[in-house]
């Protein structure tokens, strides 16, 4: 389907079942067989029933056992009736937004690739990136997030919470063709684990957890560790998790964790940057600059409305020449800082406000430093209470701005950009941020926070800093910027370091680790 087709007239067109295997007579047929055996069954039980009011010596707990029994049975060989094109369906499940669940989407587009048939559930808020919508062999099925009662006790809510969406995802799992394999995220697990694991025992599907982290670890972070509903799922991961066939996990921390205090063999499936993620040539910079100066003042030139007279366009980074088509990027400009984020509780973004303001005091003191362009992108429930914050900033030389981003827009601004900071700081001190993935995929040096396993990823003073606290970060941020926008500093270092020592992408990765696990027969 092209992709000018807009998202939801897609979802409304797509066929309930995969549109390059519908197989309309055999499932035709499977209905009528279907339905000739449950009237057979209903006959049967009748002709039980009658017996049993006759006298005869049919007992009505013997005839009620035995139609239940035969209703069950024939449910279940229902359920687990499988077609030509079982072994080419895969069920990807998340339980949060597709458009900002970048590892499953690549998921999704990695089993596309192999001819398998994908059915993608999850909540639409976030519109995917193209080239899931484009592969007419995913097909997305949305659902809802329920928020459970809104009235009494907080328990109350989480326990209806649970309920509606676990009868939802079973209706959705269940109602779908048989798939090979579910392939879930987790976190969010709470239903879904369970819920997966059933429908893959009623089906006779392998079940498949992809650990980004453990659910428990994020909800201790606003409810502490003693708190009864973090207790209770801690326990739910811990019963559950060790259900699946098999289980995949970002770090090698986390495959000795899993391991050791959970009794599960995983395999580490490092994130990889896709193929999207490249440094962005001067043009595509230049356009994306001028697309974000529509909303965002901090990506204007100040001469920007004398364009048309002196036949150049503008922005505060670079220069296009309209008679010859030609983009330099200004001698004076700024630098790009850029973070992107969930705005959750495991990133603290008053570091990076705090570290801003020192800047502020080092180029205000005399310092040969360059003014700063600071682009936090993301959603999430903490976004507002941080916007306030930066609006009663009183900056001169540091300009910030907090957009939210396409999916296809983020990789090209990540390449443009001139240096990434992560404030990530892992629940469980057992995954890695996948923003510095992607960062490290356009070549582009990053600051991030200290965590326990964060060496996995970022080698200090190779291809980026670690820093512990605002200060820190502030005088990382001048140190790498005092030569800015020379490439010959210790910034340019980074860069080249990170052009020779590219690993592998995440087609190559996913081939070597997850498809073995998908053909094992």
């Given at each position: 389907m092209s992709a000018a087709v807009p998202l939801n007239l897609k979802l409304l067109?797509?066929?309930p079942l995969s549109p390059r295997h519908h197989k309309s007579q055999t499932n035709m047929a499977a209905r009528c067989t279907c339905t000739v055996l449950l009237t057979v069954l209903a006959l049967f039980s009748a002709l039980l029933v009658t017996f049993c009011a006759a006298g005869s010596g049919v007992t009505c707990p013997a005839a009620s056992l035995t139609l239940v029994t035969g209703l069950l049975s024939l449910w279940l060989w229902r359920l687990r009736r499988r077609d030509g094109g079982f072994d080419r369906r895969v069920c990807v499940l998340v339980l949060g937004d597709i458009g900002r669940s970048?590892?499953?989407?690549?998921?999704?587009?990695?089993?596309?690739?192999?001819?398998?048939?994908?059915?993608?559930?999850?909540?639409?808020?976030t519109k995917p990136h193209q080239d899931v919508l484009r592969e007419e062999n995913i097909r997305i099925v949305p659902i809802t997030e329920v928020k459970g009662v809104r009235v009494g006790p907080k328990i109350l809510t989480y326990v209806t919470k649970v309920i509606i969406q676990s009868l939802q995802l079973l209706h959705v799992l269940l109602r779908m063709e048989i798939q090979s394999h579910i392939l879930?995220?987790?976190?969010?697990?709470?239903?879904s684990i369970a819920v997966a694991w059933l429908v893959s025992v009623l089906r006779g599907s392998r079940f498949v957890i992809d650990w980004h982290n453990y659910g428990y670890t994020i909800m201790a972070l606003s409810h502490g560790q003693r708190h009864p509903v973090v207790r209770l799922a801690k326990w739910y991961e811990h019963f559950f998790g060790p259900l699946a066939s098999h289980n995949l996990c970002v770090t090698n921390a986390m495959k000795d964790?899993?391991?050791?205090?959970?009794?599960i063999k995983a395999t580490t499936l490092y994130d990889r940057p896709a193929a999207i993620f490249r440094e962005t040539p001067l043009k595509l910079q230049h356009e994306i600059f001028m697309r974000l100066s529509d909303k965002h003042p901090q990506f204007r030139s100040e001469g920007s409305e004398e364009v048309k007279v002196e036949e150049v366009e503008k922005t505060v980074f670079s220069v296009r020449d309209l008679t010859d088509d030609t983009v330099m990027l200004r001698a004076g400009r700024p630098a790009l800082l850029l973070?992107?984020?969930?705005?959750?509780?495991?990133?603290?973004?008053?570091?990076l406000l705090k570290a801003l303001e020192e800047y502020e005091g080092f180029v205000k003191g005399g310092a040969s430093l360059p003014s700063?362009?600071?682009?936090?992108?993301?959603?999430?429930?903490?976004?507002?209470h941080y916007r306030k914050l930066i609006d009663l900033l009183q900056l001169e030389h540091v300009r910030i701005c907090t957009p939210w981003l396409e999916a296809e827009d983020y990789p090209v601004l990540l390449g443009s950009a001139d240096l990434g900071v992560c404030l990530h700081k892992s629940s469980s001190g057992l995954d890695l941020p996948m923003k510095v993935v992607d960062m490290f995929g356009c070549c582009l040096p990053v600051c991030a926070v200290h965590f326990n396993c964060l060496h996995e990823l970022v080698k200090h003073e190779e291809n980026g800093l670690i820093f512990r606290g605002s200060q820190e970060l502030a005088e990382q941020l001048k140190s790498l910027l005092s030569d800015f926008p020379s490439s010959e500093g210790r910034l340019g270092v980074f860069r080249r370091n990170l052009r020779t020592s590219r690993g592998q992408r995440w087609d190559d990765n996913w081939d070597q680790n997850v498809l073995p696990l998908i053909t094992a027969p």
């Open positions: 067109l797509l066929p970048p590892r499953m989407q690549y998921h999704a587009l990695s089993l596309s690739k192999h001819r398998y048939n994908v059915t993608f559930v999850g909540f639409l808020d879930m995220q987790n976190p969010p697990g709470l239903p964790d899993l391991q050791k205090n959970w009794g973070s992107s984020t969930s705005w959750t509780e495991d990133e603290d973004f008053s570091i700063l362009v600071c682009v936090i992108t993301g959603k999430g429930p903490q976004k507002e």
